[in-house]
């Protein structure tokens, strides 16, 4: 990206205009801003847990026709590289 389009992303202060690692033990997506604004608004967002998440769940194999709601608590060890798993003592989480 050119300095002219984003002038963000050669910006160190503002960290080239990366704001966060999403969900680190599923794969770890990028949180990056290409704009000034769009910097701002992420990081109030990031800091008041307003951030909302919205993901695309591609699936191999078969899923039961009625099943369009699933709601469970998904448990991940902090500073570990092991995969999540389903535990009453983890996260609620929900796919629709």
């Avoid at 202060?13 to 599923?26: Q, W």
């Avoid at 604004?37 to 009625?66: E, F, K």
């Avoid at 608590?73 to 902090?78: A, D, E, L, N």
Wanted: with cysteine.
């Amino acid at each position: 990206l050119s300095s002219r389009a984003c002038p963000i992303v050669h910006d160190t202060k503002h960290h080239c205009g990366f704001l966060h690692r999403l969900d680190v033990p599923s794969s770890g997506l990028l949180l990056v801003a290409k704009t000034y604004t769009a910097y701002y608004d992420l990081q109030l967002q990031l800091n008041s847990g307003s951030l909302q998440r919205d993901y695309l769940v591609l699936l191999h194999g078969w899923m039961p026709l009625g099943l369009r709601d699933v709601r469970l608590r998904v448990f991940s060890r902090q500073g570990h590289d092991s995969p999540s798993s389903i535990r009453r003592e983890g996260k609620p989480c929900r796919t629709c």
